[in-house]
């Protein structure tokens, strides 16, 4: 690993760089002002000039703090799919999202209406649950990406039969491969004239990808997401993807999960939509996710439904959290207040040494000194 660069080590010592640049030729290295050194020759260079060098991860060491418990395989119990539909722009995710959950929404329920909350889990009617993160798919997965966690277990990839493979179908088909989500081709607007699905499959096996209707493993619904046609069926497939996974949390334990999104709500503070991954979060639980924490003072369904709890896979909205942490952030449960706020607060302090050291080139986190 290479740690910082010859100007930040300068900067560090308060020395010049080219005095560093001239040590380091001394020894027999050739470097330049943005090149980044290794630990070994950082200590090298340091060492000339009179400095011992520490090295502090930090992130590792608050990740070792957030190491979490395996569970036992007597405690696991089958959870439902947490799914993310993406493609093209105007290949029809909003209308296949707003299809599926009007389509389920409990008859007479009050506040039946679901709230627009990044995330909604529907019932189905053989009584099996499936939770969609309505968030810009490539978004999901960039901010998983960026933060390592993974949200979602299968990627629906809406194509529009009236159209082909575009830009925006093969970035979400290269997020999905890349993160190891499985797939299901929706092949969408079949009403339409022009429609023609087998154009569609024929250029997924140009790209390696052989649909079920072409004898592959990929499994693929057409549909119209504006009729509702087919869907119950798409809905089938994403249950059998689920089956396949084998899914499964321990609901009896405390939660860890993700953050959907988070906003601060002029009558009721933040308000953070959460995925719960595993666990279940009550009502009164301490939560930390990144430099924030609080305790839960009330948490709702998509349906604005007040809950006391929430279990794997299910997503809330939460009141209490004293800041909005970013979308991806995990989050976890803790017992002892004090710690909680010493984790979030040291968070925070990294975070305010990462914005230093983008601004001023000095890093307090990488490398520590002592004369
Ligand atoms: P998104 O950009 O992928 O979210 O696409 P939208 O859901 O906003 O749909 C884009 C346009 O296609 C809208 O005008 C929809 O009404 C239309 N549309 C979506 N699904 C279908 C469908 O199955 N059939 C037809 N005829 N139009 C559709
Ligand atoms: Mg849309």
Same mark, same amino acid.
């Given at each position: 690993?290479?740690?910082?660069?010859?100007?930040?080590?300068?900067?560090?010592?308060?020395? !010049?760089?080219?005095?560093?640049?001239?040590?380091?030729?001394?020894?027999?290295?050739?470097?330049?002002?943005?090149?980044?050194?290794?630990?070994?020759?950082?200590?090298?260079?340091?060492?000339?000039?009179?400095?011992?060098?520490?090295?502090?991860?930090?992130?590792?060491?608050?990740?070792?703090?957030?190491?979490?418990?395996?569970?036992?395989?007597?405690?696991?119990? !089958?959870?439902?799919? *947490?799914?993310?539909?993406?493609?093209?722009?105007?290949?029809?995710?909003?209308?296949?999202?707003?299809?599926?959950?009007?389509?389920?929404?409990?008859?007479?329920?009050? #506040?039946?209406?679901?709230?627009?909350?990044?995330?909604?889990?529907?019932?189905?009617?053989?009584?099996?649950?499936?939770?969609?993160?309505?968030?810009?798919?490539?978004?999901?997965?960039?901010?998983?990406?960026?933060?390592?966690?993974?949200?979602?277990?299968?990627?629906? %990839?809406?194509?529009?039969?009236?159209?082909?493979?575009?830009?925006?179908?093969?970035?979400?088909?290269?997020?999905?491969?890349?993160?190891?989500?499985?797939?299901?081709?929706?092949?969408?607007?079949?009403?339409?004239?022009?429609?023609?699905?087998?154009?569609?499959?024929?250029?997924?096996?140009?790209?390696?990808?052989?649909?079920?209707?072409?004898?592959?493993?990929?499994?693929?619904?057409?549909? !119209?997401?504006?009729? #509702?046609?087919?869907?119950?069926?798409?809905?089938?497939?994403?249950?059998?993807?689920?089956?396949?996974?084998?899914?499964?949390?321990?609901?009896?334990?405390?939660?860890?999960?993700? %953050?959907?999104?988070?906003?601060?709500?002029?009558?009721?503070?933040?308000?953070?939509?959460?995925?719960?991954?595993?666990?279940?979060?009550?009502?009164?639980?301490?939560?930390?996710? #990144?430099?924030?924490?609080?305790?839960?003072?009330?948490?709702?369904?998509?349906?604005?439904?007040? *809950?006391?709890?929430?279990?794997?896979?299910?997503?809330?909205?939460?009141?209490?959290?004293?800041?909005?942490?970013?979308?991806?952030?995990?989050?976890?449960?803790?017992?002892?207040?004090?710690?909680?706020?010493? *984790?979030?607060?040291?968070?925070?302090?990294?975070?305010?040494?990462?914005?230093?050291?983008?601004?001023?080139? %000095?890093?307090?986190?990488?490398?520590?000194?002592?004369?």
């Amino acid at each position: 690993t290479e740690f910082i660069s010859v100007s930040e080590l300068a900067n560090l010592m308060d020395v !010049s760089f080219a005095e560093v640049i001239s040590k380091c030729m001394g020894l027999g290295i050739m470097v330049s002002i943005n090149q980044r050194l290794d630990a070994e020759v950082i200590e090298l260079v340091a060492s000339e000039f009179g400095f011992d060098v520490e090295f502090i991860d930090m992130e590792k060491q608050l990740e070792m703090e957030e190491e979490i418990e395996e569970d036992d395989a007597e405690d696991l119990q !089958s959870r439902s799919p *947490i799914v993310t539909i993406m493609g093209h722009v105007d290949h029809g995710k909003t209308s296949l999202l707003d299809y599926i959950r009007k389509a389920n929404v409990v008859a007479g329920e009050a #506040g039946g209406i679901t709230q627009h909350i990044g995330a909604y889990q529907v019932n189905l009617p053989n009584g099996k649950d499936i939770t969609f993160l309505d968030t810009p798919g490539h978004e999901a997965f960039t901010a998983m990406r960026a933060r390592g966690a993974k949200i979602t277990d299968i990627a629906v %990839i809406v194509i529009a039969a009236d159209d082909a493979i575009m830009p925006q179908t093969r970035e979400a088909i290269s997020h999905a491969q890349a993160a190891n989500v499985p797939m299901i081709f929706a092949v969408n607007k079949i009403d339409k004239d022009g429609a023609n699905p087998q154009k569609i499959y024929e250029q997924l096996a140009g790209m390696n990808i052989l649909v079920e209707a072409w004898g592959g493993k990929f499994q693929n619904q057409e549909i !119209s997401a504006k009729q #509702g046609l087919n869907v119950d069926l798409l809905l089938e497939k994403i249950l059998l993807e689920a089956e396949l996974l084998d899914l499964k949390a321990n609901p009896d334990r405390e939660a860890t999960g993700s %953050i959907i999104e988070a906003s601060l709500d002029k009558g009721r503070g933040y308000v953070t939509t959460i995925l719960v991954q595993n666990g279940t979060l009550q009502t009164g639980d301490l939560v930390v996710s #990144g430099q924030h924490y609080g305790r839960v003072k009330a948490m709702f369904n998509e349906r604005n439904k007040r *809950i006391d709890e929430a279990g794997p896979s299910a997503p809330a909205v939460i009141l209490g959290l004293n800041g909005a942490p970013q979308a991806g952030e995990k989050f976890k449960v803790y017992h002892d207040e004090a710690e909680a706020k010493d *984790i979030a607060n040291r968070r925070a302090q990294i975070l305010r040494e990462q914005g230093m050291r983008a601004k001023k080139h %000095i890093t307090l986190d990488e490398i520590g000194r002592r004369l």
